[in-house]
C-alpha cells in the first residue's frame, strides 16, 4: 500500500479503453454501460477518478461563470493519490468530484447521508468524516500550512475506516443500457 511519502507529482489521462461509467445522480449507484462486475472493483474506482481528474483539468478558465481556473495538477495529483490510500477494497462507496473556482478540488463519499468529504485548496487539506444525523465522526484540519506528516496519516487512517464502516449501506445498482 503507498504511503503519503510516495505522493505522485503528476497525473495521466485515464485509459480510453477502459470502461466508462457513471454513478446516477438520483440513486446514488453505479450504472454500466458494458456488463459490469457486482460492484465496481477499487481499481474501477481508480481509473474513474484518474478520468474524472483529467477532465477537470481540462476545464476553461472562467468555468464557473466568474473566474474559475482548472484543477490545478498538483491537487489532481494528490487527489488521485489520497483516494488510492482510502479506498482499499472492492465495492466500497464512489468517490464524487467538484472543482473548487481556485484550482482546487473537493472529493466526497455520500452513503445513506454519511459523508466523508477531502477538500484539497491553496490554503491546505481538510479531511472529514460526517454521521448522518450530522454528528461529527473526525475532522483533520490544521490551521497551519506545516504539520507533522503523521497528523496527516492518522487523519487518512481514520478516512479509511470510515469509509470502510459506511460503505457498508452502499447498494450497486448495475443497470444495463
Known amino acids: 500500500m503507498p504511503t503519503i511519502a510516495d505522493r505522485p507529482t503528476s497525473i495521466t489521462i485515464g485509459n480510453p479503453v477502459a470502461p466508462r461509467f457513471a454513478q446516477d445522480q438520483q440513486t446514488r449507484t453505479w450504472a454500466f454501460s458494458e456488463s459490469p462486475p457486482a460492484a465496481p472493483s477499487r481499481s474501477d474506482i481508480l481509473r474513474y477518478a484518474q478520468r474524472e481528474l483529467a477532465g477537470l483539468r481540462r476545464l476553461p478558465r472562467g468555468w464557473d461563470g466568474a473566474d474559475g481556473i482548472p484543477l490545478r495538477p498538483e491537487f489532481a495529483s494528490m487527489a ?98
Do not use: C, M
Open 80 to 177: 488521485l493519490f489520497l483516494v488510492d490510500l482510502v479506498t482499499t477494497e472492492d465495492g466500497l462507496a464512489t468517490p464524487q468530484f467538484s472543482p473548487l473556482p481556485d484550482g482546487g478540488l473537493s472529493i466526497t463519499w455520500l452513503v445513506g447521508g454519511n459523508r466523508l468529504t477531502i477538500n484539497l485548496d491553496p490554503y491546505g487539506i481538510s479531511i472529514r468524516g460526517v454521521w448522518r444525523e450530522g454528528h461529527e465522526a473526525f475532522r483533520f484540519e490544521p490551521d497551519r500550512a506545516a504539520f507533522l506528516q503523521s497528523e496527516l496519516e492518522s487523519a487518512i487512517n481514520e478516512a479509511r475506516g470510515f469509509l470502510l464502516k459506511i460503505s457498508t449501506r452502499v447498494q450497486h445498482q448495475l443497470l444495463t443500457s
